[in-house]
Nanobody, 123 residues
């Protein structure tokens, strides 16, 4: 079992930045690929980015490429999402998730989820 807790969400103006954190507890954090997803009101949960177990590989959705950066610190059992140049359309609840296999953009493939953190970008 892996327990995930997101933090760092908030209200920011368009063009601003936020850094989300996802702290993991439980066994073998380094064995899991990690992903960030988001869900806006009335919309399906969508893939944002994933990072491999060692952090050497990443995979970004086109909508955030060049603006968002994922990283992880396995010694601290934490994955981060640095979000720059935020846009109103980035407004959503952001979730981190863990998967034993790297590479999936399908939320159904992820085994463990956090409770989410709200990000609101005002225009």
């Amino acid at each position: 079992q892996v327990q995930l807790v997101e933090s760092g969400g908030g209200l920011v103006q368009a063009g601003g930045s936020l850094r989300l954190s996802c702290a993991a507890s439980g066994r073998s954090f380094g064995s899991y690929a990690m992903g960030w997803f988001r869900q806006a009101p009335g919309k399906e949960r969508e893939f944002v980015v994933a990072i491999s177990q060692g952090g050497g590989r990443t995979n970004y959705a086109d909508a955030v490429k060049g603006r968002f950066t994922i990283s992880r610190d396995n010694a601290k059992n934490t994955v981060y999402l640095q979000m720059n140049s935020l846009k109103p359309e980035d407004t959503a609840v952001y979730f981190c998730a863990a998967d034993l296999w790297y590479g999936s953009r399908d939320a159904g493939e992820y085994d463990f989820w956090g409770q989410g953190t709200q990000v609101t970008v005002s225009s």
